[in-house]
């Protein structure tokens, strides 16, 4: 197998244009013939370029309104001639075909009709069929043809046949690998937009496809090793633009996500902080500031080290109290410039700018890995509102503690099971996390609560007053117990338990006053 191979012919056919004139202007200065097809053809004509149509090279003309083009003999077989093979060079020969050097070819842009919105017929007509089947040809025979798929690619190969004077093995090689990846992408796309255009939310044969925003250090251990992904535009961490700050690592950018998915929850200006997946302190404010300072009394010990997520651009004010303790990341839709050069003083600290906030009720799939497989779910956009709940107990909440429980409702939908949040004046005052057993959560929420309290020089634990929220039902008494005696006035919880008349009555016992969501928020 020869390595560095020269480009004769060359056929471009690409509906994004970017570069392509140049790129051809590049290669007919060096003497290879080019062939096109329509407006791309067009466009190298109109810059002066002396270029072949593959209808000439066919003997056959465009028909179906270009539906069949570069489906030919003549052109499939330029491709896939393999240039060692005696019988193969001689049936080209005997046939009339050229060999074909080089592909340059990106698809119709299916995906970019079905991102704005476009109808069902108009998706259907930007499936490229030619396009793949080319790609798929070139990449097979990558041996002998070089295929470029990207815009990017024109400046690698041209720089390449500037310095060598062809295209080396190891270089058609990759490009064949990122061939096979586009089209398989493609073709996923198409596969997922047909499903749900069916009313298939989960197909027997599932397709997917990401691109790589980049390799990371390690994964979540220095022995693993991880790379970053980005599927689709949903603001957040994939979308960010890193202003300043090391390289994210597995474990960053899993937390920043955790953050920015939370604090998206809140329509006031609010402040989520997390430590290993987890919300240590959540707030609303007046301001971002405000926000700040009462999410970091939950638990400032935890907070140290952790990440940040705001749900309003970033000012000045609120940018100084979150430089003032080590903070590992900070995420918001933006940020002034006076707030960046808070940061910018904070070397190490990373700032990322996602430009929107994601939308808590989208619809959308989640996924997570099982040996042999992956399991697949709808997000949970549950959200609970004052009007769909139900008071079970003899005292209703008051507008206050009302207030209070959505709120930490919406919190502990982001805690990991099973969860326990306490809030007060829109602001967590105690969490919970991860425990086998309920109990065991609203204790451990309540003893952090006292632990924060002390550090504030206050004289009570700050669950004194508050509302508390379970991510599920209480299987006995005894988690209500807990937070009743941590000072907890009104609860929230999905109810749904064999023993909820046992729960009821604990709570009217204590002058608790407690709403059934019906709705429950499990999170592994």
């Not at 107990?393 to 306490?422: G, M, Q």
């Not at 425990?435 to 952090?448: E, F, G, N, P």
Request: charged share 20%.
């Amino acid at each position: 197998m020869t390595d560095t191979l020269p480009v004769r012919r060359a056929l471009l056919s690409v509906s994004d244009k970017t570069g392509i004139v140049p790129f051809a202007s590049f290669l007919s200065g060096l003497g290879v013939e080019l062939v096109s097809t329509g407006g791309t053809a067009r466009a190298l004509r109109e810059a002066g370029l002396v270029v072949r149509d593959v209808a000439e090279l066919s003997g056959f003309p465009e028909i179906l309104d270009g539906r069949v083009k570069t489906l030919a003999p003549q052109v499939h077989g330029g491709l896939l001639a393999r240039r060692d093979d005696p019988a193969h060079m001689a049936s080209l020969a005997a046939h009339g075909i050229g060999p074909i050097d080089l592909l340059a070819v990106n698809l119709y842009p299916f995906e970019t009709a079905v991102a704005e919105g476009k109808g069902f017929d108009e998706c259907v007509e930007n499936i490229d069929i030619g396009g793949p089947a080319l790609i798929r040809a070139a990449a097979k025979n990558h041996a002998f043809v070089a295929v470029l798929t990207a815009p990017d690619h024109l400046s690698e190969v041209r720089a390449e046949l500037a310095e060598k004077g062809g295209t080396t093995l190891a270089t058609r090689r990759r490009l064949a690998a990122e061939a096979f990846a586009r089209t398989a992408a493609y073709d996923a796309a198409i596969a997922r937009w047909f499903a749900a255009a069916n009313g298939v939310l989960f197909p027997p044969r599932a397709a997917f496809a990401a691109t790589l925003a980049q390799t990371l250090r390690y994964g979540e251990n220095p022995h693993q090793e991880a790379a970053f992904y980005r599927t689709d535009d949903r603001p957040g961490v994939a979308t960010a633009r890193q202003v300043q700050g090391k390289e994210l690592s597995y474990n960053n950018i899993a937390d920043t996500d955790a953050a920015y998915e939370c604090v998206a929850e809140f329509e006031q200006p609010a402040i989520v902080i997390v430590k290993h997946a987890n919300p240590c302190g959540a707030a609303i404010g007046s301001t971002l500031a405000e926000a700040w300072d009462r999410a970091l009394a939950c638990d400032p010990v935890s907070a140290f080290g952790g990440i940040v997520a705001a749900n309003r651009p970033l000012d000045e004010a609120a940018a100084e109290r979150i430089a003032s303790i080590f903070t590992e990341v900070v995420i918001a839709p933006d940020a002034t410039e006076g707030a960046k050069a808070v940061f910018a003083r904070k070397r190490n600290l990373r700032l990322l700018l996602a430009g929107g906030l994601p939308d808590p009720a989208a619809p959308g799939l989640a996924f997570r890995s099982v040996s042999g497989g992956f399991l697949a779910q709808t997000r949970d956009i549950g959200r609970c509102e004052p009007g769909l709940l139900r008071v079970v107990t003899k005292r209703a909440p008051t507008d206050a503690e009302l207030a209070d429980l959505v709120f930490a409702f919406r919190v502990v939908k982001h805690v990991k099971s099973n969860a326990i949040v306490y809030a007060k004046g829109g602001a967590t005052v105690g969490i919970g996390a991860g425990q086998m057993s309920r109990v065991d959560s609203a204790r451990i929420a309540a003893w952090k609560s006292a632990e924060a309290a002390k550090a504030q020089g206050l004289g009570e634990a700050l669950t004194r007053g508050s509302v508390v929220a379970s991510d599920a039902f209480f299987p006995f008494a005894d988690g209500l117990i807990s937070a009743a005696e941590a000072g907890a006035t009104a609860v929230i919880q999905p109810g749904g338990s064999v023993r909820d008349e046992e729960v009821i009555k604990a709570a009217d016992e204590r002058g608790l006053a407690m709403v059934f969501t019906g709705m429950r928020h499990f999170r592994h």
